[in-house]
Structures are given as structure tokens and as C-alpha cells.
């Protein structure tokens, strides 16, 4: 069984508050009995952009579990690349798309960002990289497809606006590889599962603040985020059967 931690939303910018949270769930997965087998780090990891706040990133995750990090729409893909990214395949001033085989399992991180705008998109060359990639993996190799933005509506009206946008050359791929297992995304900073094209799609919750939805009370000023809720994250199980199970975890 492959135990992935799926991380998203670390929204790190040098204030004590959101550094705690990402150490409270680093100090929780250094407790299990059982270690994690990959760290996964769905976007939106700091918002200063600096090479020194991705190192810092990488060093508090620095461990036995490889880090899979890819950027959301609050990153810098060039701070990002120099500082995580080393030996990836990415290219300078392009989109991070990347792949790594962990335990078996193919690991297909798609950059969904458009620079300077908040909603994702994924490019025909985007998805010609995309098929590539699973044209070359091994026969029979499970995969899971990675990005930060959700390619489906999740329910508010302002995340939904700036999720994947013209995402049927994404669906007709996924479609044509049944190997494909799930896809598993960030952004919405709450914790969700729906279906896209035919497969589960797992959505992170948010490490540091959690989306309200439309019917709930806010507790605080900001106008969709609980900015003073507890860390989140998911834990993703998959099995020999490749069936995948997904549990999510808030740490007070």
C-alpha cells in the first residue's frame, strides 16, 4: 500500500502564524508509526516567491518520503523551480510540468498557473506533454494526475470562478487512459471529492485557512476564508488493487 500525505495551500509569508501551521502537520507526520511514503505539495506554497522561502519550505519537509511540489497561482515558477525543482526536467520560463515514479505509482504533476491571473489553464501543449508522458510510462502503471486547480465546480461562487477553465482536453485524455486512478488537486481550501471524467477527484484541504461555504457563518472578516482554522490535510491510501482512499485530518 502507497501512503501519501497531500499538503496544499501553505500560503507561507514569513509570519509565525502560518509557519506553525505547516510545522504542526510536519511535527504530527513525524509521529506516525507508520512514515508516509511521499509528501505531496499541491501549490500554493509560499507568497513571497523567494528562492529562500522554497528552501525553507523543502527543509522542513526534508525527510525519507520524497516532496512532490508543484506551484499554484500564488507561486513563482522560477523561485520555485531553482529551489525544489532541481533535477525535475523543467524547463526555465516554462510551465513546471513534471513526473516521478514512487513505489510503482506514476506521479503526473500538471502547472495549471497562468502567470499574473488567479484561474488555471491547461494549454494544448500542456496536454500534449500530458500524453506523452503517459505513452511512455511502463504498461500497467497506475497513475495519479496532480495540479492545483480543481477542473470542476465545487460549490462557491468565487473559487468556482477561477478553477480549471476549457477543461475538455483534459477530460478526453483522462478518458483514453484507463490507468489513470485519480486526480488529486488544491486551491478550494477545503476538503472535497467529486468525479471528473469517469474518476475520483480529491480535493486537499487548505493547511493554512479554510474556505467557507456559501450557507456558513463566518467567523471572522475575511470574506471566504476562517483564516484562525486549524491545519488540514489528506491522507491518500492506495492499495495493490489500486483503489484509492482518501482521509482527511484537521489539527488543532
Do not use: C
Not at 69 to 81: E, K, Q, T, V
Not at 207 to 230: I, K, Q, R, Y
Amino acid at each position: 500500500m502507497l501512503v501519501i500525505a497531500h499538503l496544499s495551500d501553505l500560503h507561507l509569508d514569513g509570519t509565525e502564524t502560518r509557519r506553525r501551521k505547516a510545522v504542526r502537520v510536519k511535527e504530527y507526520l513525524d509521529k506516525l508509526t507508520r512514515p508516509v511514503d511521499v509528501i505531496l505539495l499541491s501549490g500554493d506554497i509560499v507568497d513571497d516567491g523567494t528562492e529562500a522561502g522554497y528552501a525553507a519550505v523543502a527543509e522542513l519537509f526534508d525527510g525519507p518520503a520524497p516532496v512532490l511540489a508543484l506551484p499554484g497561482n500564488h507561486d513563482l515558477r522560477g523561485p520555485l523551480s531553482a529551489s525544489m525543482l532541481e533535477g525535475r526536467g523543467t524547463v526555465p520560463g516554462k510551465p513546471l510540468h513534471w513526473a516521478e515514479t514512487v513505489r510503482g505509482v506514476l506521479f503526473v504533476l500538471l502547472d495549471t498557473t497562468v502567470p499574473g491571473e488567479d484561474g488555471g489553464r491547461l494549454d494544448a501543449d500542456g496536454i500534449a506533454w500530458l500524453e506523452g508522458t503517459l505513452a511512455d510510462a511502463a504498461p500497467g502503471t497506475p497513475v495519479l494526475l496532480v495540479m492545483h486547480h480543481p477542473p470542476v465546480v465545487l460549490g462557491h461562487p468565487f473559487v468556482d470562478s477561477i478553477r480549471l477553465a476549457d477543461s475538455d482536453g483534459l477530460a478526453a485524455t483522462v478518458r483514453a487512459h484507463p490507468e489513470i486512478v485519480a486526480l488529486l488537486a488544491g486551491h478550494a481550501h477545503t476538503a472535497a471529492a467529486a468525479t471528473f471524467a469517469g474518476v475520483p477527484l480529491l480535493v486537499a484541504p487548505g493547511v493554512s485557512s479554510t474556505m467557507l461555504l456559501p450557507w456558513e457563518p463566518n467567523p471572522g472578516t475575511h470574506p471566504v476564508l476562517d483564516l484562525d482554522a486549524p491545519p488540514g490535510f489528506a491522507y491518500h491510501q492506495l492499495d495493490d488493487e489500486n483503489r484509492l482512499t482518501t482521509h482527511f485530518r484537521l489539527l488543532p
